[in-house]
């Protein structure tokens, strides 16, 4: 359903703020493991970010179809409001 393709813009989110892909592995089987365990470097931990964006993030990446914003608007207004709360603590 739609969560697949917020998963999906979480993956580009998580690879467009800290350059890197946020899985690694030599071989399909280790990939696909590690995408099904979640184990995921919060990308704070990954590049000079915000930590505000971890969990917007992260949460678009979940595991569990449930875990996850149920549509894109949702992802982006979290987006949007962890963006403004940053503002907010740096003016």
Same mark, same amino acid.
């Given at each position: 359903?739609?969560?697949?393709?917020?998963?999906?813009?979480?993956?580009?989110?998580?690879?467009?703020?800290?350059?890197?892909?946020?899985?690694? *592995?030599?071989? $399909?089987? #280790?990939?696909? %493991?590690?995408?099904?365990?979640?184990?995921?470097?919060?990308?704070? +931990?990954? !590049?000079?970010?915000?930590?505000?964006?971890?969990?917007?993030?992260?949460?678009?990446? *979940?595991?569990? $179809?449930? #875990?996850?914003? %149920?549509?894109?608007?949702?992802?982006?207004?979290?987006?949007?409001? +962890?963006? !403004?709360?940053?503002?907010?603590?740096?003016?």
């Amino acid at each position: 359903d739609r969560r697949t393709d917020v998963y999906q813009t979480g993956v580009l989110a998580y690879e467009t703020v800290t350059g890197e892909p946020p899985y690694e *592995a030599n071989r $399909p089987i #280790d990939l696909r %493991e590690s995408v099904l365990e979640g184990n995921i470097e919060p990308p704070s +931990a990954v !590049a000079d970010i915000p930590p505000v964006l971890d969990q917007v993030i992260l949460d678009a990446m *979940a595991v569990d $179809p449930a #875990d996850r914003y %149920e549509t894109a608007a949702l992802f982006r207004n979290a987006l949007n409001d +962890a963006l !403004a709360e940053l503002r907010s603590t740096t003016s």
